[in-house]
């Protein structure tokens, strides 16, 4: 079955860059909707960034453009979350997600309930 399994979390000082990486197994990754969504304690699940498997069309938060970018490897079959110009607001444990479908109705891709494998989660601090 589809698993999912970040890797690259830790700490970093403001103004540093992190690249959290998800390794998928059990289906190509180019058939799969990739997300990354993040949460802080005490707060709900956020999103993040995006990628559709039939278009290829990536989607940022607005927190995160510019900053971040994200990236799909198809020969390894992982998704990479490209992590500069960090600030402490950044700081959450990351998930990395999944849908089967492609989602043409770009809002859906927002939602945690879209997607239908996650990973365990990752911790991203940012301080000095």
């Known amino acids: 079955q589809v698993q999912l399994v970040e890797s690259g979390g830790g700490w970093v000082q403001p103004g540093g860059s992190l690249r959290l990486s998800c390794v998928v197994s059990g289906r190509a990754i180019n058939g799969l909707t990739m997300a990354w969504f993040r949460q802080a304690p005490g707060k709900e699940r956020d999103f993040v960034a995006a990628k559709r498997w039939n278009t290829g069309s990536t989607h940022f938060d607005n927190s995160v453009k510019g900053r971040f970018t994200i990236s799909r490897d198809n020969a390894q079959n992982t998704f990479s979350l490209q992590m500069n110009a960090l600030k402490p607001e950044d700081t959450a444990v990351y998930y990395c997600?999944?849908?089967?479908?492609?989602?043409?109705?770009?809002?859906?891709?927002?939602?945690?309930?879209?997607?239908?494998?996650w990973g365990q989660g990752t911790q991203v601090t940012v301080s000095s």
């Open positions: 997600a999944a849908s089967q479908n492609g989602h043409p109705i770009v809002s859906v891709l927002f939602t945690p309930g879209t997607y239908d494998y």
